[in-house]
């Protein structure tokens, strides 16, 4: 009996996580906006660990009047390492001056290792108490804040990204 009983148990952790996947691949992965639509950006955080240093008017002003992106990433999160060569490339060519990385509740040693693995160039700043992420209502890794030329969050979207994605997320805002 108690080996029927720990199989059924093991049945069911694994039906459960099988569950949990799949809902986050059909609901965590969507761009959501109506929690945060329009209200305005919190401050970034002030502590600078890559790339040219950045503030939220840095950002703005980068972006020349279009819509820019606030990317929270951590050296522990497993999506994040799979978004982060597609941020590179963005970097580089359509979010050039229009993006900055926010390494969220981490290691600075980690996410220092993170930032050299992946050969970011990008501004990267950290939030080391997590408490910039909680101002933006960040509930997962990763987590993209698409922001209007105003500094308005208009868009937040979870999960890892792609170069096409996060070109459409800010074609989708400049519409707007």
């Given at each position: 009996m108690g080996r029927r009983l720990?199989?059924?148990g093991?049945?069911?952790a694994i039906f459960a996580a099988v569950a949990a996947v799949a809902a986050l691949a059909v609901f965590?992965?969507?761009?959501?906006s109506s929690a945060v639509s329009g209200r305005p950006a919190p401050a970034l955080p002030r502590e600078h660990i890559g790339g040219a240093p950045a503030t939220l008017s840095s950002l703005l002003a980068g972006a020349s009047g279009r819509a820019s992106l606030v990317i929270f990433w951590a050296s522990w999160c497993g999506p994040c390492a799979q978004e982060a060569p597609a941020l590179e490339r963005f970097s580089q060519g359509a979010g050039r001056g229009?993006?900055?990385?926010?390494d969220w509740s981490d290691a600075l040693s980690g996410?220092?290792?993170?930032?050299?693995?992946?050969?970011?160039?990008f501004p990267l700043l950290r939030d080391g108490e997590g408490l910039v992420g909680n101002s933006y209502s960040m509930t997962d890794l990763p987590t993209t804040f698409v922001l209007d030329s105003k500094g308005r969050i208009r868009a937040a979207l979870r999960g890892p990204?792609?170069?096409s994605s996060l070109e459409a997320a800010l074609v989708k805002v400049e519409r707007t």
């Open positions: 720990r199989a059924l093991i049945t069911a965590g992965l969507k761009s959501s229009r993006m900055v990385g926010v996410a220092r290792s993170f930032i050299r693995r992946y050969g970011w160039t990204q792609s170069v």
